[in-house]
Each structure stands twice: as structure tokens, then as C-alpha cells.
């Protein structure tokens, strides 16, 4: 019974590369593959990064030059937490109308995934 175990283990250790090379290349296309639309002198972007929890897509508004808004279309990241400190960045991002903030204390990965997922969504301008 060692053996099937071990053998089990050592398949997984294994398969783990591979999937890791998939979940890599899923979010670079998704990233570039992601779609933007103008509705006059407001163009909403999105954009997507990897988080503490998994991807964070989030929809980005710019109205000549400025960031208007943040929408998070989708996270895995708790509500308690990673909910906050997304609010907390949007909030930021909103008042200083950059990406350079600082990312929020007790959530430091899904801060950069968040602000990673904005960057990704504004530069499509």
C-alpha cells in the first residue's frame, strides 16, 4: 500500500508543473484577450492578475485621462480581508488617479493582484 501512495505522490508532483504552465498561459491570454468598449469620451477597460486567491478581473472606467472607476468582476478573495482592501485601493486609486499605492497591510497579495489587474485594464489605452 507504500507504494501506491508514493506513486500516487510522485504522479503529482509531476502533473504539478504542467498545471502551473497552463494556469500561467489561461491568464496571459485572458489578460490580453480581455475586451474594452468607448462610450464617448468614456472608455471602460478590463483587466486581469493573479491574486492571493486565484484571479482578479476587474473593469476599469477612464474619462480623458482620468480613472473614474473600479468594478471588480471577479475574485476569489475573502470578503473580510481581500474584499476591504480592494475597496480600500479602489478608493485610493480613485482619489490619487494612479496605480502607485501602497498595497494594504495583512493582504499584500491580493493588493498587487488587484493593482496588477488595474494596470493590466488601463493599459490598453
Known amino acids: 500500500m507504500k507504494k501506491k501512495k508514493d506513486s500516487l505522490k510522485d ?3 509531476m502533473i504539478l508543473p504542467i498545471i502551473t504552465g497552463l494556469a500561467i498561459v489561461f491568464v ?17 477597460y478590463e483587466g ?3 491574486g492571493y486567491r486565484g484571479v482578479i478581473r476587474v473593469s ?3 474619462e480623458d485621462g482620468t480613472i473614474t472607476g473600479i468594478t471588480v468582476l471577479e475574485s476569489d478573495e475573502d470578503r473580510a480581508v481581500g ?3 480592494m475597496e480600500e485601493l ?15 497591510s495583512g493582504a499584500t497579495e491580493t493588493s498587487q493582484g488587484f493593482i496588477d489587474a ?4 488601463i493599459m490598453q489605452q
Request: some cysteine.
Open 28 to 44: 496571459t491570454l485572458f489578460i490580453f484577450g480581455c475586451a474594452s468598449f468607448d462610450a464617448g469620451n468614456i472608455a471602460v
Open 118 to 121: 488595474v494596470e493590466n485594464a
Open 11 to 13: 504522479d503529482l508532483i
Open 90 to 104: 479602489t478608493d485610493l486609486i480613485l482619489m490619487y488617479n494612479t496605480t502607485e499605492v501602497d498595497v494594504i
Open 83 to 85: 474584499g476591504l482592501a
Open 48 to 50: 486581469a492578475a493573479i
Open 60 to 62: 476599469v472606467a477612464v
